[in-house]
């Protein structure tokens, strides 16, 4: 009997370690440590960096020195890209994986061809990191000589370098490209309308254009191509919280953020910003302490620039089953790693006056 009393006793107690154990791994724990976002947010620098911002956009010594800094060697920088051109509406700056040449030759020859418009002046770069690759290395070297249309710096090209991509990015547009109106980040993989993204740039508002009358009235308050200083920040929102069980990729330590919620951030896959809003939040960088996934330190920026973030359902994070009238007034869709499936759609639709 006490034997069968000492056995029940230990399996039970297994089981108990078992149980805790899972609950450790799915973070269940760690929630209750977690401090609330909206009562105690502060990512550092700890404080109002508006100050500091202004001061560097204007050339001046802040009173209070950087915290970070993205200091990039670009080994390839197309620095020509925008010189010159007047009146510069849009630039795409496309996040690129350094073996993906099909997807990049697909780009140029559908969504991502410059023009496409004459009326108005687009131009697109592709962002890249390092690769170990050295043939890969010297076919893109052939390819920035051939399109100049090339961007890469000196990092690692991974999945948890892309805040470095992005962050490059920005620093490609203060040096080499600063006076777009709007600036589109957007990866290799999406299909885009440009026609419905120049659309929705000139006033986010009212977009699309289904509608009803009076609350188009109701929204157009004001025409973003005659407000220069607007601060726009858009894409897909989301509001959620950091993964804390362990075995998640996006798996987050109470260390790098203690918080229950994210601040609200666009999903990267693709986002649009103003020229005012990007220069703010490139600023906002030497202020803010790097984080690891890219949207979510989009997020933070934009959150302690006071910037917030504009949701339209016409940008897709996931990808949408394709047939020719649900795309009429799609910005963007994710989902289109396929070449030739991005040309075929792109060729449909622009048939359909719709890209």
Known sequence: MLKMLT??????????????????????FTHLFESEFKSYFQYPYDGDIEEFVQALRSNASPKVPPINTYNFHFAKSSPNKCKGVENLRLVYLVKSAPGNFDRRIAIRGSWGYEHRFSD?????VFLLGESEDAIWQRKIQTESERFKDIVQANFTDSYYNNTFKTMMGFTWVVRFCPTARFYMFVDDDYYVSTKNLLRFIRNPTAYPNYLEPAKQRRLHQFDFDLDVNVRLYAGYVFKSAPHRHRISKWYVSLSEYPYDMWPPYVTAGAYVVSREALLDMYYASFYTKHFKFDDIYVGLLAFKCKIEPYHCDQFYFNKVNY????YKFMVASHGYGDPRELVNVWTQQRAKNNA
């Open 7 to 28: 056995a029940r006793k230990s399996k039970t107690l297994v089981s108990g370690g078992c149980f805790l154990i899972i609950l450790y791994y799915f973070g269940v």
């Open 120 to 124: 108005v002046e687009i131009r697109m």
């Open 323 to 326: 047939n020719l009238e649900d």
